[in-house]
């Protein structure tokens, strides 16, 4: 089998990432670099790079004081903090509340669930001590960062 080509960082991500500041962009180029180098830890360093650049674009993009007022205007709101600060899902629906319209609700609530997994299986490749993912899936991971990234960026604007 042959090997697949290397991926690399999307010009229209990068630029993307580069808006939000100079160190989100070394983060995401440092993911892309552990994937193409295909180190032995790239995994949990493409990894580690990923969740956390994904979790200071939510911060950045739904900042706490903002997404506690859209929030609580909800009228059930408990999956969407915990001890008093949002969570992932909660600043996840706040980015969306623009489009979160009939029709487009059940997509939505779908598509953030599929993030969060995403999210979640980034935090398990940095805490397996034997790498969990083939160069195959380290592609496809990193190409659907790079799609939520451009998505969440987007749907903040």
Do not use: W
Request: hydrophobic fraction near 40%; proline fraction near 2%.
């Amino acid at each position: 089998k042959q090997q697949p080509e290397i991926i690399y960082a999307r010009q229209d991500v990068r630029e993307k990432v580069l808006s939000l500041g100079k160190s989100f962009l070394e983060m995401y180029e440092g993911a892309v670099e552990s994937v193409n180098k295909g180190t032995a830890d790239s995994q949990r360093h493409m990894c580690v790079s990923l969740r956390e650049m994904l979790t200071h674009i939510l911060h950045r993009l739904a900042p706490e004081e903002m997404v506690i007022e859209y929030l609580n205007s909800s009228v059930d709101n408990k999956e969407y903090f915990y001890q008093g600060k949002p969570t992932r899902k909660g600043r996840l629906v706040y980015i969306c509340r623009n489009i979160q319209a009939k029709g487009f609700a059940k997509f939505m609530d779908a598509d953030i669930r599929s993030a969060l997994a995403f999210i979640d299986l980034l935090q398990e490749g940095t805490h397996e001590l034997e790498a969990k993912f083939n160069k195959e899936q380290q592609n496809a991971l990193l190409s659907r960062a790079e799609g939520l990234i451009s998505y969440l960026i987007d749907l903040s604007k």
